[in-house]
């Protein structure tokens, strides 16, 4: 634990290169730890080797990983997917967080840009105007807040 914390603490002073090298090193000594892997495959995100996360960030869900770790790693895993032009295993990866954390906005704004990447707009924007509607703070937003939701799922439709 010394060792992943002292990763962290790089990663927060802005040592990007220092802390993935001990997360790799860390990942060789255990290689069944969920964190580990999840932690490593944030570390290559952040060098913008976003290759090299997919991995990582595969094997932490598969070795268990839960909680705020898990949604972290959805939402990590389903971008670099998108970053990559894999766009149908972002949608995927992105549903499964949605099912397993429904009231996860993050999850959910990710999941409409890879939406977007699909040319699936109309949903995108729908899941955009919720989470917009459900988390302003905005006045005159929500002085419109219920046409905003009337309209969400009927962006294409004329009225004449």
């Keep these: 634990m010394e060792k992943l914390n002292r ?3 790089l990663r927060k002073e802005g040592k ?7 997360l790799v ?5 255990f290689p069944m730890d969920a964190i580990v892997n999840y932690q490593c495959a944030w570390s290559y995100d952040l ?3 976003e290759s090299k996360a997919v991995p ?5 869900i598969e070795l268990g990983l839960s909680g705020q770790a898990l949604e972290g790693a959805f939402i990590g895993l389903g971008s670099t997917y ?3 032009g894999e766009y149908e295993k972002s949608k995927q990866v992105f549903q499964k967080g949605i ?5 996860n906005q993050a999850l959910q704004v990710f999941y409409s840009m890879t939406l977007y990447n699909l040319d699936e707009h109309q949903n995108a924007m729908q899941i955009l105007l919720k989470c917009l509607l459900d988390n302003t703070q905005d006045e005159e937003i929500l002085n419109y807040k219920t046409a905003i939701n009337f309209y969400s799922d009927k962006l294409d439709r004329v009225w004449t």
Excluded: C, D, H, M
Aim: proline content about 3%.
């Design 7 to 9: 990763s962290i603490e």
């Design 16 to 22: 990007q290169v220092e802390s993935n090298k001990l």
């Design 25 to 29: 090193e860390l990942v060789k000594e």
């Design 47 to 49: 060098l913008g080797e």
């Design 56 to 60: 990582y960030y595969e094997a932490a």
């Design 82 to 84: 998108r970053t990559l």
């Design 99 to 103: 099912n397993q954390f429904p009231n």
